[in-house]
């Protein structure tokens, strides 16, 4: 099965070919824009990187299994988050404990919700949810809570 690139950045990403005399192997993976994208192993392990120009006659022989080469789609990239600054008013610890309390009645995990309802990673909105509850806005962290926590585990 031998297959000229035609746009080595398309669905070729993961194809596996082997040099003439069968010692190394040469897969197509993301890099840094460099004309040597190719990374090449030998049975010893990695030797380097060669340009698409070093491997074309080379034969493909596979595709790595979680590779677009072999079927398997990449997922897109996460997009950063957009960077919202939260002033930590009292009207924002009040959401915060309205998200907080609202998701604990539903069964669903309520710091979690704070984090999705602010699109926040979860350790900033553990942070606000405990100055919320510095506030007084919400109750003091229990046994029972930690009972039920450990049971979801």
């Not at 595709?63 to 957009?82: D, F, Y």
């Not at 008013?89 to 959401?95: F, I, K, N, V």
């Amino acid at each position: 099965m031998t297959t000229e690139l035609t746009n080595p950045n398309s669905d070729l990403l993961g194809v596996v070919r082997r040099s003439p005399e069968g010692t190394r192997l040469a897969v197509l993976w993301p890099s840094p824009p460099h004309p040597a994208r190719w990374m090449v192993t030998d049975r010893w392990g990695s030797t380097g990187y060669e340009a698409d120009e070093v491997v074309a006659a080379w034969p493909i022989v596979g595709a790595v299994p979680c590779s677009p080469a072999a079927g398997m789609t990449l997922a897109e990239p996460k997009q950063a988050r957009a960077g919202k600054r939260y002033r930590i008013t009292d009207a924002h610890l009040d959401e915060v404990a309205s998200a907080y309390t609202k998701a604990r009645k539903n069964g669903q995990g309520p710091t979690r919700a704070v984090a999705d309802h602010f699109n926040v990673a979860h350790s900033t909105a553990a942070k606000w949810v405990g100055r919320a509850r510095t506030a007084g806005l919400l109750p003091p962290w229990t046994a029972a809570d930690l009972a039920r926590t450990e049971a979801t585990r």
